[in-house]
Every structure is written in structure tokens, then in C-alpha cells.
Nanobody, 126 residues
Framework: QLQLVESGGGLVQAGGSLRLSCAAS????????IGWFRQAPGKEREGVSC????????YYADSVKGRFTISRANAKNTMYLQMNSLKPEDTGVYYC???????????????????WGKGTLVTVSS
């Protein structure tokens, strides 16, 4: 059974760093385009960063460019989101997701059907 489990969220001060992990089971992560999404209180879920399975191309939302880095460790069947220079506006529930055959941009920007984890809460205090 396909499962995605996020971890690494928590409370951090502005300017700090966190690394989110998403452990996959029941399938081989490297065969999928992967992504991180977030939902801030009162807002819609948005694509933060995605990476294509086919060519490794990436997409980053403008709000996180230069601060966040997406990666995957195929041997561990795990994906990561390194978040540096965190801001209060980065607060939200972060979800990992997978999609077979999508480009990174399509994964992050469009409403293509995806498989989701349950999320991990990130709170950035000012």
C-alpha cells in the first residue's frame, strides 16, 4: 500500500532552518515526480517545490527561491525539503506528494491528481 509520511516540522524562530522528510513505502519513489506543498491558515494549498522524475528539473515558488532546496535520496526512498532563512509567512502545514509522469512545474502549479501525505506543521515565530 502506497504511503507517504512527513516529519521534521516544528516551531522555529525567523531566520532559522528546518529539514522536512517524507518517507515513502509501498512503491519506489525515484519513479515519480515529487513535490512539497503547504497550506497556511485561511489559505489554499500551494506548490512550494517539485522535482521531476525524468530529468531532475525543479520548480520553486518565487516566495522560496534561494531559501528552500528539494532533494530525494533514492536509496532511502525518502524526499527532503531543506528550508533556510525561514520567515513567519512560511508557517503552515507542509505536505509531500507524488505523481507519475508529470513535469515539475505541472506537479506544483496545476491541479493534477496526486497522492498525498498527511502533513507536518511548520510554525515560524517572529
Amino acid at each position: 500500500q502506497l504511503q507517504l509520511v512527513e516529519s521534521g516540522g516544528g516551531l522555529v524562530q525567523a531566520g532559522g532552518s528546518l529539514r522536512l522528510s517524507c518517507a515513502a513505502s509501498g512503491f519506489t519513489l525515484e519513479h515519480y515526480t515529487i513535490g512539497w506543498f503547504r497550506q497556511a491558515p485561511g489559505k489554499e494549498r500551494e506548490g512550494v517545490s517539485c522535482i521531476s522524475s525524468s530529468d531532475g528539473s525543479t520548480y520553486y515558488a518565487d516566495s522560496v527561491k534561494g531559501r528552500f532546496t528539494i532533494s530525494r535520496a533514492n536509496a532511502k526512498n525518502t524526499m527532503y525539503l531543506q528550508m533556510n532563512s525561514l520567515k513567519p509567512e512560511d508557517t503552515g502545514v507542509y505536505y509531500c506528494a507524488i505523481k507519475s509522469g508529470a513535469t515539475a512545474q505541472a506537479m506544483c502549479v496545476t491541479n493534477v491528481q496526486k497522492d498525498w501525505g498527511k502533513g507536518t506543521l511548520v510554525t515560524v515565530s517572529s
